[in-house]
């Protein structure tokens, strides 16, 4: 999956699943450095996804 594409709650998700791997020492160090870019990634996605978000809500609040 695009993860343009990817919905916000999909993302963060996929967000807990890494942390809750992490915190249970489930990866190796390979996983662990594969999984904490992935988490950048969905990390940067979900940032990107909620300003938007806050821009069209005060867009349409300002237009009130």
Request: aromatic content about 2%; overall charge negative; some cysteine.
């Amino acid at each position: 999956m695009e993860n343009q594409e990817m919905k916000y709650e999909k993302a963060v998700s996929e967000l807990e699943e890494i942390v809750d791997k992490m915190e249970r020492d489930e990866l190796d160090i390979d996983q662990l450095s594969e999984q904490l870019k992935r988490a950048k990634v969905l990390v940067k996605l979900c940032k990107d996804k909620l300003t938007k978000t806050d821009e069209e809500i005060k867009k349409l609040l300002s237009e009130e």
